[in-house]
């Protein structure tokens, strides 16, 4: 038996872990779950799966679901010592990180440093502070294992192999809803336009970030940690019908994939089992049924989300950070209403030419950048 925390129970990954539990409950066990607002459906969660430990936001909201739970034998926490304490609680074996946005930084970082392993969702993380992250993953001995799609794609297709061998990794890209629009054409987008992915179910920001290609552009820089690898070796490929997540390329040429259907239960089942596959009751590829893979270039003269996460990745320490903050807090303004769909990428690049970098940052760094960038973005709001 499985005991695992999952910091942001509540999200899309969250329930989808909660949905694998579900189906394997005598070999997962949940001690301790997190959430920011959605005190109701952690109220539920709580009551179905029986955790030791529930973190939310902060003390009202604690204290709001301490009221809710009081004939539950639960211990309500609070704040990031409540997300740092369920992280690194002595019984438990994996933290599943599914926070969206830095938040995630500080509870990974004690889970690694208490020997915990990481099933990884918070892009965050590794964006901004990959450079921590790695070193402290490998000094403590623990398992880092990806939960996106495509870096659990590149994880499962290069195996054992040495990491000498790998030519380059190619990343896919479904292109998302607005694949094949020219600029001119994005200029009147609407957020339901935007929210319309074409093959994914995700949560609201992310299905921004993949009809950008911003998603995209922090998964590149997300596998630069991951796999150790440098930026020219790193490609983006567009392939709208999402049934290979990624691949592997060899220097004898030789190119491994995984496929499977766009389904997200896949890579964070993998993670939670790795390195044993479970039986997955979902949809399978059916090779008769597909009538053609395709692949073409990403457009990263319309979609600048792209180009400016390489120019991050090429400038390094604290880059990085401006370019997620920067999006985090323009998709936000764009989901709002506030600013149009393009303006997205004006805010980005206008943060990152703004912004000096800092070679090293540590953590205080890092949040200190988030919210210089917060400032500058929220002082110069396009339309």
């Given at each position: 038996?499985?005991?695992?925390?999952?910091?942001?129970?509540?999200?899309?990954?969250?329930?989808?872990?909660?949905?694998?539990?579900?189906?394997?409950?005598?070999?997962?066990?949940?001690?301790?779950?997190?959430?920011?607002?959605?005190?109701?459906?952690?109220?539920?969660?709580?009551?179905?799966?029986?955790?030791?430990?529930?973190?939310?936001?902060?003390?009202?909201?604690?204290?709001?679901?301490?009221?809710?739970?009081?004939?539950?034998?639960?211990?309500?926490?609070?704040?990031?010592?409540?997300?740092?304490?369920?992280?690194?609680?002595?019984?438990?074996?994996?933290?599943?990180?599914?926070?969206?946005?830095?938040?995630?930084?500080?509870?990974?970082?004690?889970?690694?440093?208490?020997?915990?392993?990481?099933?990884?969702?918070?892009?965050?993380?590794?964006?901004?502070?990959?450079?921590?992250?790695?070193?402290?993953?490998?000094?403590?001995?623990?398992?880092?294992?990806?939960?996106?799609?495509?870096?659990?794609?590149?994880?499962?297709?290069?195996?054992?192999?040495?990491?000498?061998?790998?030519?380059?990794?190619?990343?896919?890209?479904?292109?998302?809803?607005?694949?094949?629009?020219?600029?001119?054409?994005?200029?009147?987008?609407?957020?339901?336009?935007?929210?319309?992915?074409?093959?994914?179910?995700?949560?609201?920001?992310?299905?921004?970030?993949?009809?950008?290609?911003?998603?995209?552009?922090?998964?590149?820089?997300?596998?630069?940690?991951?796999?150790?690898?440098?930026?020219?070796?790193?490609?983006?490929?567009?392939?709208?019908?999402?049934?290979?997540?990624?691949?592997?390329?060899?220097?004898?040429?030789?190119?491994?994939?995984?496929?499977?259907?766009?389904?997200?239960?896949?890579?964070?089942?993998?993670?939670?089992?790795?390195?044993?596959?479970?039986?997955?009751?979902?949809?399978?590829?059916?090779?008769?049924?597909?009538?053609?893979?395709?692949?073409?270039?990403?457009?990263?003269?319309?979609?600048?989300?792209?180009?400016?996460?390489?120019?991050?990745?090429?400038?390094?320490?604290?880059?990085?950070?401006v370019y997620n903050a920067a999006n985090e807090k323009a998709v936000s303004l764009f989901l709002q209403d506030k600013i149009s769909f393009l303006a997205i990428y004006d805010l980005i690049e206008g943060a990152m030419n703004n912004h000096k970098p800092?070679?090293?940052?540590?953590?205080?760094?890092?949040?200190?950048?988030?919210?210089?960038?917060?400032?500058?973005?929220?002082?110069?709001?396009t339309h």
């Open positions: 038996m499985k005991k695992i925390t999952i910091l942001g129970s509540t999200g899309s990954i969250g329930t989808q872990t909660l949905d694998i539990v579900r189906n394997n409950p005598n070999s997962l066990s949940v001690i301790a779950i997190s959430a920011g607002n959605n005190i109701e459906l952690l109220e539920k969660q709580i009551r179905e799966f029986k955790p030791k430990y529930a973190a939310v936001r902060n003390e009202e909201a604690a204290r709001i679901l301490k009221t809710k739970t009081a004939d539950l034998p639960v211990k309500i926490l609070s704040g990031m010592d409540g997300l740092i304490e369920i992280s690194t609680l002595p019984e438990i074996e994996m933290a599943v990180t599914a926070l969206v946005g830095m938040i995630g930084i500080r509870p990974t970082i004690a889970a690694i440093k208490a020997g915990k392993d990481i099933a990884l969702a918070n892009k965050e993380t590794l964006v901004t502070a990959g450079h921590i992250i790695m070193p402290l993953v490998k000094a403590h001995n623990v398992r880092l294992l990806p939960v996106d799609s495509e870096h659990s794609a590149i994880f499962q297709s290069k195996g054992a192999e040495n990491p000498e061998s790998i030519a380059k990794i190619l990343l896919t890209a479904s292109g998302g809803p607005f694949r094949g629009k020219l600029t001119d054409e994005l200029i009147k987008i609407t957020k339901e336009d935007a929210l319309r992915h074409p093959n994914w179910s995700m949560g609201r920001k992310i299905t921004i970030d993949s009809a950008t290609l911003v998603n995209k552009g922090l998964e590149v820089i997300e596998a630069k940690w991951l796999f150790e690898l440098s930026a020219d070796k790193i490609t983006v490929v567009i392939h709208p019908q999402s049934i290979i997540h990624s691949m592997v390329e060899y220097i004898d040429g030789s190119i491994i994939a995984q496929l499977g259907t766009p389904d997200m239960k896949l890579p964070i089942q993998y993670a939670l089992f790795y390195p044993h596959r479970m039986p997955l009751n979902e949809k399978r590829v059916d090779f008769c049924e597909l009538s053609s893979l395709t692949f073409e270039p990403p457009d990263t003269a319309t979609f600048k989300g792209l180009p400016l996460a390489y120019e991050a990745l090429a400038k390094g320490g604290s880059m990085p950070t800092i070679g090293a940052p540590t953590v205080e760094h890092i949040l200190e950048t988030e919210m210089e960038t917060y400032e500058y973005i929220t002082k110069n709001i």
